[in-house]
Structures are given as structure tokens and as C-alpha cells.
């Protein structure tokens, strides 16, 4: 069995090959309960064809901390990764899917609204899939604004709205309770990611602009009982991200589209997999007897 610190779980899961396990994550055969809260911990129990994963990982305010545990098909644990690492990487993979199969390859400008611990990969997994011209960070700290712009080579702003206005791909990863920006900011034709909220009473996205918007989320049942910004709303999705994969879904319409995650079991499964199968082939990690 073999255990992936958070350094050896990034260098084993490049962004590429996290959002090629997305696309597997999504189209394989799943069970994904919804998660559970145990004492200051998340624990996300889920199947993907034949191998099982249970994530826990710790909530509490400075302490990010928790393990991915594999188990494959006869039962036996395969390895353990990083937990925070992990989802930070798999949260922002699958938004970089959702942006390839929801944009054009034109151009585009992001603006990234928040500079946590999510936002450095939110970053790169569009940069995975689409040519950035230029990124635009917010953060309601204009201290992490600013090294979170001078890491990715963009700019700090101060407005959020501001950076919406300018950009065609938002990206929001904060842990907001009102929405970041007003509707009157958002152009047409932009697409947004949207993983920060992930209660109730959670919401980055704006209500008018969640009810313009065509919706795709990860999981129907996770939607309805974690996305704020859709419960908040009152509107329900049109589509799943299994479902564009697959060409099933209603027509796109040309004005602007919406990825809502909360994230789902089969992520951390496929991406968790992938990760310890590339470490077992450069010797990244160390053997746990």
C-alpha cells in the first residue's frame, strides 16, 4: 500500500491527466452517497466501477487536513493520499472539463474570485483547456489578491465586479454567504465555475443570474441538497456533466452558462486511483507495509 504525501499526490497528478480522470469519474459506473459531517470533518464515502474511496478530510478554520483511502476490488486498501491536495486538484479539474465542453476555443479572460487554497488550480485547469489571455484575481483580502496574481502572472483587482465585466470565464471559490458580483456586471456569452458554495446557506452566484443561466451540475441529488447558489434560486438544473459527455442534454443556449459543484465521491475515486497508479510507475510516495 502506498501513502502520497500532499507534494508527492501534486507531482503524481498533473492537471491533464486529473481532468482525463474527471472524464472517467463521470462516465463510469458510480455510487456517490452524499457526504456526511463527523465532528469538524467531511467524510465522502464512493464507488467508481470497481474501486471504492472514503475521504475524510477536516473543516476546521487552519487545519486543513484529511486522507483519501483506495480499496480495490477484492476489498483490500490499494493506498492513501492526501486529502486537501486532492480535492483542491480534482475540484479544479472538473470545472476545467466543464469549461472545455461549455466554451469556445477562442481567447478568453478569467477572473477569479477568491485567492484560497482553491484558487492556484481553479487557475490551471483553465489554462488547461482554453488560452488565457489574462487573469484577473479578487479576494476581499487584497493581500492574498495580490500573491495570488504575482504566482499566476495576472492581476489583482479590487472590484469583483469589475472583473466580471472583463472577463468571459469566472471562476468562484470562496466560502461566501452573498453573492460576489451583481448580474449588471456579467456579459453575455460567459461561463462561470462555481464550487465555493457547498451548503444551503452557502452562495457566490447571484439569483437572477443563476435563473438566466443554462445550469450543469455534477450530481442531481448533491445539487439539490448542498448548492446554495441553485437552492437559494430556486432553480434546478438542465443538465449533468455526465450528460454533456454523452451528448444527452438540452440545447446550449448562447448566453451564459453555469457549472454549479459541490463535488461528488467518483472525483476523488478517479482522481485518487490515477494519482497512485502514476506514483507507483515513477516511484513517487513511500510502501506502508
Known amino acids: 500500500m502506498r501513502y502520497l504525501s500532499a507534494e508527492n499526490t501534486r507531482a503524481a497528478l498533473s492537471m491533464l491527466d486529473a481532468i482525463e480522470?474527471?472524464?472517467?469519474?463521470?462516465?463510469?459506473?458510480a455510487e456517490t452517497p452524499l457526504r456526511t459531517m463527523v465532528g469538524g470533518s467531511l467524510v465522502m464515502p464512493g464507488r467508481l466501477d470497481d474501486l471504492i474511496a472514503v475521504k475524510v478530510v477536516s473543516i476546521v478554520p487552519g487545519n486543513p487536513a484529511g486522507l483519501v483511502v483506495v480499496f480495490g476490488a477484492d476489498g483490500s486498501p490499494v493506498g492513501l493520499v492526501d486529502g486537501p491536495t486532492l480535492t483542491s486538484i480534482r475540484t479544479a479539474a472538473v470545472c476545467g472539463l466543464a469549461t472545455q465542453l461549455l466554451t469556445s476555443d477562442q481567447p478568453k479572460t478569467l477572473a477569479m474570485l477568491g485567492a484560497g487554497a482553491m484558487a492556484f488550480d481553479q487557475i490551471e485547469a483553465i489554462r488547461a483547456v482554453r488560452q488565457i489571455d489574462g487573469v484577473l484575481v479578487w479576494s476581499r483580502s487584497k493581500e492574498k489578491a495580490t500573491a495570488m496574481a504575482l504566482r499566476v502572472g495576472g492581476e489583482a483587482v479590487a472590484d469583483a465586479g469589475d472583473a466580471v465585466a472583463q472577463a468571459k470565464v469566472v471562476s468562484c471559490a470562496t466560502p461566501a454567504t452573498q453573492p460576489l458580483f451583481d448580474e449588471s456586471a456579467l456579459r453575455s456569452g460567459t461561463h462561470i465555475n462555481a464550487v465555493g458554495a457547498f451548503t444551503p446557506d452557502m452562495v457566490e452566484v447571484p439569483a437572477a443570474v443563476v435563473k438566466r443561466a443554462y445550469v450543469v451540475v455534477d450530481d442531481v441529488?448533491?445539487?439539490?441538497?448542498?448548492?446554495?447558489?441553485?437552492?437559494?434560486?430556486?432553480?434546478?438544473?438542465?443538465?449533468?456533466?455526465?450528460?454533456?459527455?454523452?451528448?444527452?442534454?438540452?440545447?446550449?443556449?448562447?448566453?451564459v452558462t453555469l457549472f454549479k459543484s459541490v463535488g461528488v465521491a467518483a472525483q476523488d475515486v478517479a482522481a485518487a486511483h490515477r494519482a497512485l497508479t502514476n506514483a507507483e510507475a515513477s516511484g513517487l510516495g513511500v510502501e506502508l507495509s
Open 221 to 255: 441529488d448533491a445539487a439539490a441538497a448542498e448548492a446554495g447558489d441553485l437552492i437559494q434560486a430556486g432553480r434546478g438544473p438542465d443538465a449533468t456533466l455526465a450528460e454533456l459527455l454523452v451528448g444527452a442534454h438540452p440545447q446550449i443556449g448562447s448566453d
Open 21 to 29: 480522470a474527471m472524464r472517467h469519474a463521470f462516465s463510469g459506473d
